[in-house]
């Protein structure tokens, strides 16, 4: 069975008269494990699409299922849970907690699923240690560098065991050598434990460290490259 599995989806935005279709007709399948990489032009649909995958959005028409259970039924309560169990999510900008540590910013996706607070400790200082950031626990985002940040938002994508991590442009605000120890952690975290890794970016350089490459073009996928 398929991890991700999308039917003929497609994504249709009404501006006043204007139908704009975001996505048209995509369909492919993504296993347990693999390492893809979504790239193509502003505006081709792939951040559309990533959000489709993250159940942040549903499609107009089609079927998204995600670990064989189909994601269209589903309520908004059922549909953040999903994200909380299955997802973690890695942005461009980070997204962390100004006045918060670094381990408090790790903490935060324990405090949805009610885990107490000694066990939101220890799960957070082991995501913080895994990306290498231990001793760095009780810093702010402030006292971080950018490749720091990244790391932290990393553990804590990483901290509730979720199978995928789906990043939107990871390195994006970052220079080319710690985009490049980012994007080798991210190696690291898919060859083991295993965690099935999206992201979209437009750099080929980021996009060839994953093993396959998905382009988007006109909210349709033109070419499915793995790489052997």
Request: charge should be negative; avoid cysteine; glycine fraction near 8%.
């Given at each position: 069975m398929a991890f991700i599995e999308a039917r003929n989806i497609s994504k249709v935005y009404q501006l006043g008269d204007i139908e704009l279709r975001a996505l048209d007709g995509v369909s492919t399948t993504i296993g347990k494990g693999e390492f893809v990489a979504i790239m193509g032009q502003s505006g081709s649909g792939k951040s559309t699409f990533m959000n489709l995958l993250g159940c942040l959005d549903t499609p107009t028409r089609g079927q998204y299922l995600l670990d064989g259970v189909d994601t269209g039924g589903l309520s908004r309560d059922e549909l953040a849970e999903i994200r909380n169990r299955k997802l973690g999510f890695v942005f461009q900008g980070f997204n962390l907690l100004s006045r918060t540590s670094a381990l408090e910013n790790v903490e935060l996706p324990m405090l949805y699923n009610g885990s107490a607070a000694p066990e939101r400790r220890e799960r957070a200082l082991a995501a913080l240690?895994?990306?290498?950031?231990?001793?760095?626990?009780?810093?702010?985002?402030?006292?971080?560098?950018?490749?720091?940040?990244?790391?932290?938002?990393?553990?804590?994508?990483?901290?509730?065991?979720?199978?995928?991590?789906?990043?939107?442009?990871?390195?994006?605000?970052?220079?080319?050598?710690?985009?490049?120890?980012?994007?080798?952690?991210?190696?690291?975290?898919?060859?083991?434990?295993?965690?099935?890794?999206?992201?979209?970016?437009?750099?080929?350089?980021?996009?060839?460290?994953?093993?396959?490459?998905?382009?988007?073009?006109?909210?349709?996928?033109?070419?499915?490259?793995?790489?052997?």
């Open positions: 240690k895994s990306v290498g950031l231990e001793g760095r626990e009780g810093h702010h985002p402030n006292q971080l560098s950018g490749g720091q940040q990244q790391r932290v938002a990393i553990a804590r994508a990483l901290v509730n065991d979720a199978p995928l991590i789906l990043a939107d442009e990871p390195t994006g605000n970052l220079d080319t050598r710690t985009s490049a120890g980012i994007m080798e952690l991210f190696v690291r975290l898919n060859r083991d434990p295993g965690i099935t890794v999206i992201l979209v970016t437009h750099e080929p350089d980021i996009a060839a460290f994953s093993n396959r490459i998905i382009r988007f073009s006109d909210g349709q996928i033109v070419s499915d490259e793995v790489k052997r």
